[in-house]
């Protein structure tokens, strides 16, 4: 596609509910990465993948927290049992791949847990 | 990875004026860039520039890296109040494998 997409835009769901946050990348882009931004925060890495490496979950916050990717294109990160302070902004990234190039990111899924 | 730091934290300048933000970082780079973002929204990249590089342009930006003091900083001439925005500088390590965010400078453009 012409840039990275993210689905929902916006997401309300109700405290101990589980979510899936979908990210399409740039086709052809090997690294994908989630960060997520709390309100008039930086950015908080949550996770990465390079083709078919294992991927870095190193940044993710709990086990309730969880990402795959398919077929080295599509990601979906899920959350489960959703908390009050996983409210933010959940962004996705893509690069050709890790060696200092230009990163794309998505618009964003806004997520509010109430 | 490791993280830049921006200064100011916030910026308010009126339209015609020229904005500054800085960024210092800790460690050996491979290149550093800047993203823009909007509303809380997508980043979008500025601009790169790379360890051997001292000054680069792109339109009304210009990005200036001193690696010596492990600084660098973009400087928007002529603002608009379309450029409000926030402004992320993320330097990328010789052997790091992704981009890291520091807080960021809030620039405000007064029209």
């Known amino acids: 596609g012409a840039g990275v997409s993210q689905s929902p835009s916006n997401k309300v769901t109700e405290k101990g509910k589980d979510v899936e946050l979908r990210c399409d990348p740039i086709s052809g882009h090997t690294a994908l990465y989630w960060y997520r931004q709390s309100l008039g925060q930086g950015l908080e890495f949550l996770i990465y993948f390079q083709g078919n490496s294992a991927p870095d979950k190193s940044g993710l916050p709990s086990d309730r927290f969880s990402a795959e990717r398919t077929g080295g294109s599509v990601s979906t990160l899920t959350i489960q049992r959703t908390q009050q302070e996983d409210s933010a902004v959940y962004l996705c990234?893509?690069?050709?791949?890790?060696?200092?190039?230009?990163?794309?990111f998505g618009p964003g899924t806004r997520l509010t847990v109430t | 990875s490791q993280q830049g730091e921006e200064d100011p934290q916030a910026l308010s300048i009126q339209e015609g004026e020229n904005a500054t933000m800085n960024c210092s970082y800790k460690t050996s780079i491979n290149n550093l860039q800047w993203y823009r973002q909007n509303s809380g929204r997508g980043l979008v990249h500025l601009i790169l520039i790379r360890s051997n590089e001292r000054e680069k342009h792109s339109g009304r930006l210009r990005v200036t890296l001193d690696t010596s003091k492990k600084s660098s900083s973009l400087l928007i001439t002529a603002s608009r109040a379309a450029d409000t925005a926030s402004y992320f500088c993320a330097p990328w390590e010789n052997a790091g494998n992704m981009l890291t965010f520091g807080g960021g400078t809030r620039l405000m453009v007064k029209p």
């Open positions: 990234a893509s690069s050709l791949g890790t060696a200092g190039l230009t990163w794309y």
